[in-house]
């Protein structure tokens, strides 16, 4: 079945410091990819999407590229600010919305 | 405009009781998700709702879990005999088609169940 796999948290970071968290999926057609953000005591919230190969989503300063080829979307943010401390969740969806498969999760801090 | 909504946010139950947990999507979303995440865990997928009707109940993990949607808007997640392996926080998610292409989920609060 599909699958997402995300890097290990929780990542701590100073501010203005360059992210990458990393992303892959399995998958046993052409799925959708999202990243969804949770803030803390809040609900989850799409931060970015791609759809197709080499699409690339972008919102709020980060950003990830659909790598067909390597099964990634690793998102990255140049200059991380302590409003980002959250955890990120990479997802996939078959049919663009439907049936999500989420990753486990990174928590990520950013002290000032 | 209000976001979905979930009630109650915190239920502590015992084991072997019957629990509602309650989901208010956006007004005028006609897709409605329940998902559950336990802890260090990404969400997992229970059930989707296209109007009335269950869609896709796959993710429903035994028969003692069963969802309604009487009307196409509220939906009620109905966890009966309760087991401690329940505890999680149980999210909906309510998109405006549920077509494929006609945009993301959005998500409420949750409700965190525990069982003692």
């Known amino acids: 079945g599909d699958s997402v796999t995300q890097m290990e948290g929780p990542v701590t970071l100073s501010e203005e410091a360059f992210l990458t968290i990393n992303c892959t999926y399995t998958?046993?057609?052409?799925?959708?990819l999202f990243w969804y953000v949770q803030y803390p005591g809040e609900g989850l919230q799409l931060l970015l999407k791609a759809t197709k190969a080499d699409d690339k989503g972008s919102n709020k300063g980060f950003e990830a590229t659909y790598r067909k080829e390597t099964t990634s979307f690793h998102l990255e943010k140049g200059s991380v600010q302590v409003s980002d401390s959250a955890v990120y969740f990479c997802?996939?969806?078959?049919?663009?919305?439907?049936?999500?498969?989420f990753g486990p999760g990174t928590r990520l801090s950013v002290l000032p | 405009g209000a976001g979905v909504s979930q009630t109650p946010s915190n239920k502590v139950t015992e084991k072997g009781k019957y629990v509602e947990l309650r989901c208010d999507p956006i007004s005028g979303h006609t897709a409605l998700y329940w998902y559950r995440q336990s802890l260090g865990q990404g969400p997992e997928f229970l059930i989707y709702?296209?109007?009335?009707?269950?869609?896709?109940d796959s993710g429903l993990p035994n028969d003692r879990f069963f969802a309604v949607r009487p009307e196409g808007s509220v939906s009620t997640l109905k966890i009966q005999r309760t087991e401690r392996g329940d505890s999680a926080v149980y999210l909906c998610a309510s998109s405006l088609t549920g077509v494929p292409g006609q945009g993301p989920q959005y998500f409420g609060p949750g409700t965190r169940l525990t069982v003692l």
């Open positions: 997802a996939l969806s078959e049919n663009y919305g439907q049936n999500f498969v």
């Open positions: 998958a046993t057609g052409y799925p959708s």
């Open positions: 709702f296209q109007g009335t009707g269950a869609a896709d």
